[in-house]
Nanobody, 117 residues
Framework: QVQLVESGGGLVQPGGSLRLSCAAS????????MAWHRQAPGKQRELVAA???????NYADSVKGRFTISRDNAKSTVNLQMNSLKPEDTAVYYC???????????WGQGTQVTVSS
């Protein structure tokens, strides 16, 4: 069974940067969407950014211009570069991969991002 392993969370000051990484432990096929979601305390989980296997991008309005999602299809990895971080970006960030053709939906365990001075 494929698992997702996330890394890169932590504590950063406002205006700082962090890079999140997520690696799939096995084969995930060619046609899928890789995404990052986040959930802040007391709030619903929300989509942050997504990228399809053909490179189509989608960002939440709140992170446009600050966050960049990228993927390496050969390595089955997805990254999220987060710049100009704000306190409201504080949340647990989850990696997600779901199939477009094959019916699978895999989630990582989550990594904490805290933006605070």
């Amino acid at each position: 069974q494929v698992q997702l392993v996330e890394s890169g969370g932590g504590l950063v000051q406002p205006g700082g940067s962090l890079r999140l990484s997520c690696a799939a432990s096995g084969s995930i096929g060619r046609f899928n969407v890789m995404a990052w979601h986040r959930q802040a305390p007391g709030k619903q989980r929300e989509l942050v950014a997504a990228i399809t296997s053909s490179g189509i991008l989608n960002y939440a309005d709140s992170v446009k211009g600050r966050f960049t999602i990228s993927r390496d299809n050969a390595k089955s990895t997805v990254n999220l570069q987060m710049n100009s971080l704000k306190p409201e970006d504080t949340a647990v960030y989850y990696c997600n991969i779901h199939g477009v053709v094959a019916p699978y939906d895999i989630w990582g365990q989550g990594t904490q991002v805290t933006v605070s001075s």
